[in-house]
């Protein structure tokens, strides 16, 4: 069945460094890819999307460009402030599908 | 931010009695979902309504009933609470379903001793 895998955290950075969140998926057909964000309490935020091979979805100053050669859609952003300090998911809805498949989630710890 | 509310957002129960959780919708939305989220898992699936008293089963359905009587409410409904289901429970709705967005409510934390 379809999958998603993220990198083990917690990520420690200090403000203004670059972050990178790794996630790859296995799945059949063409799914969507999500990010979504979850701040200490609260629910998941949509970050960005992206819908086919080569899109780049961004908001916020994150990025991440569907890349169906390598089933990665890694989730970078240039320069963190302590705000970004978060759980971050990687998801996929596949295409005749209602559900998300979701990665265990990576929390990001940003220190001033 | 979509109009999605959960109640209560805290409960606390004892194991057998029933509980129902209740995701309230002001989007007109189709699509409703309830998952539960719970360490090294992400969030998994239990139950969906693609309409009003239109539902289906997710991954993690065993023990858990729903119902849509209105467009706006999907109620989630533990019959008889065991402490394996102690989780964060989510709602989320989209507009279209398929590979549209899903937009998550607060989220109810449930406790079963």
């Known amino acids: 069945g379809d999958s998603v895998t993220q990198m083990e955290g917690p990520v420690t950075l200090s403000e203004e460094a670059f972050l990178t969140i790794n996630c790859t998926y296995t799945a059949t057909g063409y799914p969507s890819l999500f990010w979504y964000v979850q701040y200490p309490g609260e629910g998941l935020q949509l970050l960005l999307k992206a819908t086919k091979a080569d899109d780049k979805g961004s908001n916020k100053g994150f990025e991440a460009t569907y890349r169906k050669e390598t089933t990665s859609f890694h989730l970078e952003k240039g320069s963190v402030q302590v705000s970004d300090s978060a759980v971050y998911f990687c998801?996929?809805?596949?295409?005749?599908?209602?559900?998300?498949?979701f990665g265990t989630g990576t929390r990001l710890l940003v220190s001033p | 931010d979509a109009g999605i509310t959960q109640s209560p957002r805290h409960k606390v129960t004892e194991t057998g009695t029933p509980v129902t959780l209740r995701c309230h919708q002001t989007?007109?939305?189709?699509?409703m979902y309830w998952y539960r989220q719970d360490p090294g898992h992400g969030l998994r699936l239990i139950h969906y309504?693609?309409?009003?008293?239109?539902?289906d089963k997710g991954e993690v359905s065993d023990g858990y009933s729903v119902s849509r009587s209105k467009t706006e409410d999907f109620l989630l409904t533990l019959e008889s609470a065991t402490s394996s289901q102690t989780s964060v429970y989510f709602c989320?709705?989209?507009?279209?379903?398929?590979?549209?967005?899903?937009?998550f409510g607060p989220g109810t934390r449930l406790t079963v001793l």
């Open positions: 989320a709705i989209s507009e279209k379903g398929s590979t549209d967005t899903q937009y």
């Open positions: 989007e007109n939305h189709r699509y």
């Open positions: 309504s693609y309409g009003v008293k239109d539902t």
């Open positions: 998801a996929l809805l596949n295409t005749g599908f209602q559900k998300l498949v």
